[in-house]
């Protein structure tokens, strides 16, 4: 199994304390009234967020990669400037409760980033919530690609957040 490219314990992203040297996302949209939950939580668990923003999510075979597990492994595809980067990740966690669903996968050698990222979903009183979560830093920090990377991630965000609504 290949290791993890952060240096913080897996599952750290669903925590509130930021580690040294990454920067912490954390956003949240309603994306319904809590009706929309249980339907929400499996699109979360299936990669519609990311599928939806224009993103593949691949197995290690090269498929789609199937429903989000614990400890699965895969690349995501970002295309950037009309050419396909893969990234690849490893599920470190999966949340399922009533009111809380989703999961956080963390970046293995090859990623642009380093880091972990987390997508969930709450019901919150009468509504559901989608939350992302994110502690990351480029992979090559001196690199000139390094704001290239963060304009992506923020675009890319504001993809994801739209794409339960």
Do not use: K
Request: aromatic share 10%.
């Amino acid at each position: 199994m290949r290791r993890f490219t952060f240096d913080f314990l897996p599952g750290a992203v669903l925590d509130d304390e930021t580690p040294r040297g990454y920067r912490r996302l954390l956003r949240r949209t309603v994306i319904g009234t809590a009706a929309r939950f249980e339907d929400a939580a499996e699109e979360v668990l299936d990669w519609a967020v990311q599928r939806r923003s224009g993103i593949a999510v691949l197995s290690v075979s090269g498929d789609d990669a199937p429903r989000a597990s614990e400890g699965l492994e895969g690349a995501v595809v970002v295309p950037v400037l009309g050419r396909p980067v893969r990234a690849p990740f490893r599920v470190t966690r999966v949340l399922q409760s009533p009111d809380l669903v989703g999961f956080a996968y963390g970046t293995l050698p090859g990623h642009p980033e380093v880091g972990e990222e987390a997508f969930l979903v709450r019901r919150v009183g009468p509504e559901t919530v989608f939350e992302l979560r994110a502690l990351s830093h480029p992979a090559f920090p001196y690199s000139l690609a390094a704001p290239v990377g963060l304009l992506l991630q923020q675009r890319f965000t504001e993809r994801y957040l739209r794409a339960l609504l």
